[in-house]
């Protein structure tokens, strides 16, 4: 692993924006439905992300997992009494599961750690560490390795149904039970993954793409022997491809209802499905609430959670399915990122804004976990922008360094996905920009979620310029309306972010100062044939084949195709063992560069798509601020 050769400098002396990396950070906590004392969270206190499991009776913590690159794939079983979490070598997501006690002492292992007392939620110190790969035995024995394609755990302690995906076999699910071997129960070329498992472990919820579009899964019910229930699939017979998901079975004995999102008004909304008889409840919340609604059951099975997104923001209601009441469930104006009913009727949620940092809170009027050290310090609040664009009206987010006015020195942060959105919610690199006296816009182009399913959608075949004409339009706006500086422009983003950055210096070469690509595409038919599985399914769905059947739809995507065009410097970070953006496109790409002498940067690391390590994340953060003072000035 690749890390700063710096010291971490005294909290006194250390820059706010490098406080935000390093303040002690918690998820949401998963709880045991058999046992909702016992909870795992993510959290990187030690600096680097890991697994660490809490009872909530004794307040006691310790660390799950300890490996160089982080861990942050883990599940707890619903009795409570095991933590799996996916080993996968250096962040090449390939691997996996094993499995550990809650407990981490009970079989003589690892030990335990002591929290405050009283459980209050605030973190003691870490006991004995655990988690890593020689002292964790295998999950699920007789299983190769693989990418994760979902996992669900039974109540009686020793059932997994596990997805499996590799280049090989295309996607598979596997029964494994303890003590017997791994048996088969699904198998297909194209994408799929495991749902969830009802609460009598007998049914198994599948998402799949059989149908060859990776954008819009169907679903299909199976006995745990592998027969079929029941199918419900969206994408026939209609003007266009509709999706769907699974949100969950209820949580009830003997119940076979399945919650379902689906798109058949145009954006995604929960309704009900009785998996034995058929039966489809529509919640007509649509009509009620605007924006993407998803859901998870009540513990009872009486009541939905809702998380309600709408233009970048989000909140929480309950709704009561006897009486179909709505009520709102209060939370501050911001981010919702994750939300669950706790057995009391309380809910707990992960709540964050652009100006203050995420924190985990209770309805109940208390901050749930609350990890000791150093705060994040606030930042700016974010603007909220509309531009008139091809597609239809853009969403952008702006945050301008306070007390500032323009025309500004403008980092246009563009974000990955595609099928994602960027929100009113805590994000440190923007921050960072901001510090540093950069306005910071980030735009929702078309391709994004939250604004419908026809917006998401829209990004076909012409994967990419599709994304950089909403851009051009948002950058018109912010050099017209006097706020960015035209000469001091900064391209950047991650993974799909990377991909449009280096795709938009090649296609608009005049329109940017500087580039900053991180993990990016930057040959897309490399790109294509080196990735995971998954990600091909996806590309051939964006780009209507492969590249051997649609050679100029990549090749008029594929950032190689103008890079010779690149007239701003470029600053690029690739993973080494990334199998999203794979190292060999990214070279292929630099070495264009280098050929004719190009003004460029490369920075290679140790770890995957990312890195959960905060000294790694920093230096990097560093690597670009400098890259910019160097290039644009002060």
Same mark, same amino acid.
């Given at each position: 692993?690749?890390?700063?050769?710096?010291?971490?400098?005294?909290?006194?002396?250390?820059?706010?924006?490098?406080?935000?990396?390093?303040?002690?950070?918690?998820?949401?906590?998963?709880?045991?439905?058999?046992?909702?004392?016992?909870?795992?969270?993510?959290?990187?206190?030690?600096?680097?992300?890991?697994?660490?499991?809490?009872?909530?009776?004794?307040?006691?913590?310790?660390?799950?997992?300890?490996?160089?690159?982080?861990?942050?794939? =883990?599940? @707890? !079983?619903? /009795? %409570?009494?095991? &933590?799996?979490?996916?080993?996968?070598?250096? #962040? +090449?997501?390939?691997?996996?599961?094993?499995?550990?006690?809650?407990?981490?002492?009970?079989?003589?292992?690892?030990?335990?750690?002591?929290?405050?007392?009283?459980?209050?939620?605030?973190?003691?110190?870490?006991?004995?560490?655990?988690?890593?790969?020689?002292?964790?035995?295998?999950?699920?024995?007789?299983?190769?390795?693989?990418?994760?394609?979902?996992?669900?755990?039974?109540?009686?302690?020793?059932?997994?149904?596990?997805?499996?995906?590799?280049?090989?076999?295309?996607?598979?699910?596997?029964?494994?039970?303890?003590?017997?071997?791994?048996?088969?129960?699904?198998?297909?070329?194209?994408?799929?993954?495991? =749902?969830? @498992? !009802?609460? /009598? %472990?007998?049914? &198994?919820?599948?998402?799949?793409?059989?149908? #060859? +579009?990776?954008?819009?899964?169907?679903?299909?019910?199976?006995?745990?022997?592998?027969?079929?229930?029941?199918?419900?699939?969206?994408?026939?017979?209609?003007?266009?491809?509709?999706?769907?998901?699974?949100?969950?079975?209820?949580?009830?004995?003997?119940?076979?209802?399945?919650?379902?999102?689906?798109?058949?008004?145009?954006?995604?909304?929960?309704?009900?499905?009785?998996?034995?008889?058929?039966?489809?409840?529509?919640?007509?919340?649509?009509?009620?609430?605007?924006?993407?609604?998803?859901?998870?059951?009540?513990?009872?099975?009486?009541?939905?959670?809702?998380?309600?997104?709408?233009?970048?923001?989000?909140?929480?209601?309950?709704?009561?399915?006897?009486?179909?009441?709505?009520?709102?469930?209060?939370?501050?104006?911001?981010?919702?990122?994750?939300?669950?009913?706790?057995?009391?009727?309380?809910?707990?949620?992960?709540?964050?804004?652009?100006?203050?940092?995420?924190?985990?809170?209770?309805?109940?009027?208390?901050?749930?976990?609350?990890?000791?050290?150093?705060?994040?310090?606030?930042?700016?609040?974010?603007?909220?922008?509309?531009?008139?664009?091809?597609?239809?009206?853009?969403?952008?987010?702006?945050?301008?360094?306070?007390?500032?006015?323009?025309?500004?020195?403008?980092?246009?942060?563009?974000?990955?996905?595609?099928?994602?959105?960027?929100?009113?919610?805590?994000?440190?690199?923007?921050?960072?920009?901001?510090?540093?006296?950069?306005?910071?816009?980030?735009?929702?182009?078309?391709?994004?979620?939250?604004?419908?399913?026809?917006?998401?959608?829209?990004?076909?075949?012409?994967?990419?310029?599709?994304?950089?004409?909403?851009?051009?339009?948002?950058?018109?706006?912010?050099?017209?309306?006097?706020?960015?500086?035209?000469?001091?422009?900064?391209?950047?983003?991650?993974?799909?972010?990377?991909?449009?950055?280096?795709?938009?210096?090649?296609?608009?070469?005049?329109?940017?100062?500087?580039?900053?690509?991180?993990?990016?595409?930057?040959?897309?038919?490399?790109?294509?044939?080196?990735?995971?599985?998954?990600?091909?399914?996806?590309?051939?769905?964006?780009?209507?084949?492969?590249?051997?059947?649609?050679?100029?739809?990549?090749?008029?995507?594929?950032?190689?195709?103008?890079?010779?065009?690149?007239?701003?410097?470029?600053?690029?970070?690739?993973?080494?063992?990334?199998?999203?953006?794979?190292?060999?496109?990214?070279?292929?790409?630099?070495?264009?560069?280098?050929?004719?002498?190009?003004?460029?940067?490369?920075?290679?690391?140790?770890?995957?798509?990312?890195?959960?390590?905060?000294?790694?994340?920093?230096?990097?953060?560093?690597?670009?601020?400098?890259?910019?003072?160097?290039?644009?000035?002060?």
């Amino acid at each position: 692993m690749t890390e700063s050769n710096e010291a971490t400098p005294h909290e006194g002396t250390m820059p706010e924006w490098e406080k935000r990396f390093r303040a002690p950070r918690v998820s949401l906590p998963d709880w045991a439905e058999d046992a909702p004392h016992r909870s795992l969270f993510v959290s990187n206190a030690t600096g680097t992300y890991e697994l660490y499991a809490w009872d909530r009776d004794t307040g006691a913590q310790r660390q799950v997992t300890d490996r160089p690159n982080g861990t942050t794939d =883990g599940v @707890l !079983s619903p /009795d %409570g009494e095991w &933590i799996w979490w996916f080993d996968d070598k250096d #962040g +090449d997501e390939f691997g996996i599961w094993r499995r550990q006690p809650f407990t981490a002492d009970a079989d003589g292992g690892t030990g335990t750690g002591t929290g405050d007392e009283g459980g209050s939620g605030n973190r003691g110190e870490s006991g004995g560490r655990g988690g890593s790969a020689g002292s964790d035995a295998p999950a699920a024995p007789g299983l190769a390795p693989s990418y994760p394609a979902g996992l669900a755990l039974g109540r009686d302690g020793r059932t997994a149904i596990v997805g499996r995906s590799t280049d090989e076999d295309g996607s598979t699910i596997y029964v494994s039970r303890t003590g017997e071997d791994p048996v088969e129960v699904y198998r297909h070329r194209e994408s799929a993954g495991v =749902g969830d @498992l !009802s609460h /009598d %472990g007998t049914l &198994i919820a599948v998402e799949h793409t059989e149908h #060859g +579009d990776a954008m819009h899964s169907a679903l299909r019910v199976l006995r745990i022997d592998g027969s079929t229930v029941s199918e419900l699939d969206d994408t026939k017979g209609g003007t266009a491809e509709l999706g769907l998901e699974v949100l969950g079975f209820a949580p009830v004995a003997g119940d076979t209802r399945l919650l379902v999102g689906h798109q058949r008004r145009g954006r995604w909304e929960p309704m009900v499905w009785d998996v034995l008889s058929g039966e489809e409840t529509d919640l007509e919340l649509a009509s009620r609430l605007d924006g993407d609604l998803s859901a998870e059951w009540y513990p009872d099975g009486s009541a939905l959670l809702v998380v309600n997104s709408f233009e970048a923001r989000s909140e929480l209601w309950r709704f009561d399915l006897a009486a179909r009441r709505l009520e709102r469930v209060p939370t501050p104006k911001g981010s919702v990122s994750g939300a669950t009913a706790r057995p009391d009727g309380s809910v707990e949620y992960l709540w964050s804004s652009s100006a203050e940092a995420p924190v985990v809170r209770s309805t109940s009027g208390e901050v749930v976990l609350d990890p000791p050290g150093m705060k994040a310090p606030r930042s700016v609040p974010v603007e909220d922008v509309w531009v008139t664009g091809p597609g239809g009206r853009i969403h952008a987010l702006v945050q301008r360094p306070a007390g500032a006015s323009g025309p500004l020195p403008t980092v246009f942060d563009i974000h990955g996905g595609p099928t994602w959105h960027d929100s009113d919610s805590f994000a440190a690199g923007p921050a960072a920009w901001v510090d540093h006296g950069y306005m910071v816009i980030r735009v929702n182009y078309r391709g994004s979620t939250g604004y419908g399913r026809e917006w998401t959608d829209a990004l076909k075949h012409r994967v990419g310029l599709i994304e950089l004409e909403d851009i051009a339009a948002v950058r018109e706006w912010a050099v017209s309306s006097g706020s960015a500086d035209p000469d001091r422009l900064i391209l950047t983003g991650g993974s799909w972010g990377g991909y449009l950055t280096l795709l938009g210096l090649g296609t608009q070469p005049d329109a940017w100062a500087l580039g900053i690509a991180a993990v990016p595409v930057a040959d897309y038919v490399t790109a294509y044939h080196d990735e995971m599985e998954a990600l091909k399914a996806m590309d051939r769905t964006l780009l209507g084949g492969t590249p051997e059947e649609v050679p100029e739809r990549f090749e008029a995507s594929s950032p190689l195709t103008y890079v010779d065009a690149v007239k701003a410097p470029v600053y690029i970070s690739a993973g080494v063992n990334d199998p999203r953006c794979p190292i060999r496109q990214v070279e292929n790409y630099v070495a264009r560069l280098a050929a004719r002498d190009a003004d460029h940067e490369v920075y290679r690391y140790d770890a995957g798509h990312g890195s959960l390590v905060v000294d790694e994340r920093i230096k990097q953060v560093r690597l670009e601020l400098d890259f910019a003072e160097r290039h644009l000035g002060g």
